[in-house]
T-cell receptor, first 115, second 107 residues
Framework: ETGVTQTPRHLVMGMTNKKSLKCEQHLGHNAMYWYKQSAKKPLELMFVYSLEERVENNSVPSRFSPECPNSSHLFLHLHTLQPEDSALYLC??????????????FGQGTRLTVV | RKEVEQDPGPFNVPEGATVAFNCTYS??????FFWYRQDCRKEPKLLMS???SGNEDGRFTAQLNRASQYISLLIRDSKLSDSATYLC????????FGDGTTLTVKP
């Protein structure tokens, strides 16, 4: 159903582990986003990529490292996370960062638990 | 002040009620406006775009007031399945989400 696919859907990792979240969009969009949503809290924008270039980094700790190898794929590399990083991580894409009337489409998210 | 502000609620209404949500935004250069719906532990999904002339989709009506910089969502004849968090989204170069308004429709 969704044009934005995230894997894995669930991830449990220790604080010393390194893992990566993957996002793939099949919509031909040029912009991709990472959001974090902690339990019962609003969405927090983490990173914005437009045409594979990072255009926004909202003061995210360096233990989160995004990578956008092409306009269809977005990764979030995780290392030495803290328990408070446990959250739902959502990827989204849109036609373009500066394009009018371009709504964002979300993947189903990765539910991350840091133990 | 937040760029996009919504009343967090919660709004608890009986089935069949009419409920309205407002959302204000601070950037007068904002170009596009949307309402999203987010069910518990799920991703946000687009509910409807908001046009300057106002638009309606079944029981849902969205309106934009550029002069006062707010958008609204009206839900008529509420159903139990309307229970969710409703997110206001404003775009000017990038999407800015409001914190959401939680609606619970009760039998």
């Amino acid at each position: 159903e969704t044009g934005v696919t995230q894997t894995p859907r669930h991830l449990v990792m220790g604080m010393t582990n390194k893992k990566s979240l993957k996002c793939e969009q099949h919509l031909g969009h040029n912009a991709m986003y990472w959001y974090k949503q902690s339990a019962k809290k609003p969405l927090e924008l983490m990173f914005v990529y437009s045409l594979e270039e990072r255009v926004e980094n909202n003061s995210v700790p360096s233990r989160f490292s995004p990578e956008c190898p092409n306009s269809s794929h977005l990764f979030l590399h995780l290392h030495t996370l803290q328990p408070e990083d446990s959250a739902l991580y959502l990827c989204a894409s849109s036609q373009g960062v500066g394009t009018e009337n371009t709504e964002a489409f979300f993947g189903q998210g990765t539910r991350l638990t840091v133990v | 002040r937040k760029e996009v502000e919504q009343d967090p609620g919660p709004f608890n209404v009986p089935e069949g009620a009419t409920v309205a949500f407002n959302c204000t935004y601070s950037n007068s250069a904002s170009q596009s406006f949307f309402w999203y719906r987010q069910d518990c532990r799920k991703e946000p999904k687009l509910l409807m775009s908001v046009y300057s002339s106002g638009n309606e989709d079944g029981r849902f009506t969205a309106q934009l007031n550029r002069a006062s910089q707010y958008i609204s969502l009206l839900i008529r004849d509420s159903k139990l399945s309307d229970s969710a968090t409703y997110l206001c989204v404003v775009m000017e170069g990038k999407s800015t989400f409001g914190d959401g308004t939680t609606l619970t429709v009760k039998p």
